[in-house]
């Protein structure tokens, strides 16, 4: 079975200039979770999509982050303008259902973004 | 206070050792929880679930106490392939997750 992908890997950009990230879920998974990684911190919840609605984005920077999931499989996340602290790896994961038996979320490899 | 507390770490321990975790929560409507895996520059995978009745896995040992807010991951025998760190992660019924930030463990020969 196929996992989460994310592209790009990797991205450098300067401060104040745009950057997008995809995210393909696994197959027949409901809920899209964008999570904000920091160096020597766990993941923070950004935005979470239950098919292509939004469940939660109260962790969601909206004056320059957007995200959205068209068709309820795909999703883009979106920055603009960047800024230094935006560094940090991005991660995507996917779980079946957000029941008490089906939360396992998986998690995609992650977009490692650094703003310069 | 953060919503979700893990122990400082890092943890540095001989193979065989044993080692626990501890995790609180502050949100007393949480609902389930998890301990997830983090190799260095990988993604997070899922370790196990934690039960109200505590449940184990091979050497793994999860405990749940509702009244004190607390979770804990015992390790038993470590390996060298045990190092990574661990994320403690609890969820609300309403499926929202919060994520600790991870206590890192090194086991050495």
């Known amino acids: 079975e196929a996992g989460v992908a994310q592209s790009p890997r990797y991205k450098i950009i300067e401060k104040r200039q745009s950057v997008a990230f995809w995210c393909n879920p696994i197959?027949?998974?409901?809920?899209l979770y964008w999570y904000q990684q920091i160096l020597g911190q766990g993941p923070k919840l950004l935005i979470q999509f239950q098919n292509n609605g939004v469940v939660d984005d109260s962790q969601l920077p909206k004056d320059r982050f957007s995200a959205e999931r068209l068709k309820g499989v795909d999703s883009t996340l979106k920055i603009q303008p960047a800024k230094l602290e935006d560094s940090a790896v991005y991660l995507c994961a996917s779980s079946l259902n957000p029941g008490l038996d089906a939360e396992t979320q998986y998690f995609g490899p992650g977009t490692r973004l650094l703003v310069l | 206070r953060k919503e979700v507390e893990q122990d400082p770490g890092p943890f540095n321990v001989p193979e065989g050792a044993t080692v626990a975790f501890n995790c609180t929560y502050s949100n007393s409507a949480s609902q389930s929880f998890f301990w997830y895996r983090q190799d260095c520059r990988k993604e997070p995978k899922l370790l196990m679930s934690v039960y109200s009745s505590g449940n184990e896995d091979g050497r793994f040992t999860a405990q749940l106490n509702r009244a004190s807010q607390y979770i804990s991951l015992l390790i038993r025998d470590s390996k060298l392939s045990d190092s990574a760190t661990y994320l403690c992660v609890v969820n609300t019924n309403a499926g929202k997750s919060t994520f600790g930030d991870g206590t890192t463990l090194t086991v050495k020969p």
């Open positions: 197959s027949g998974h409901a809920t």
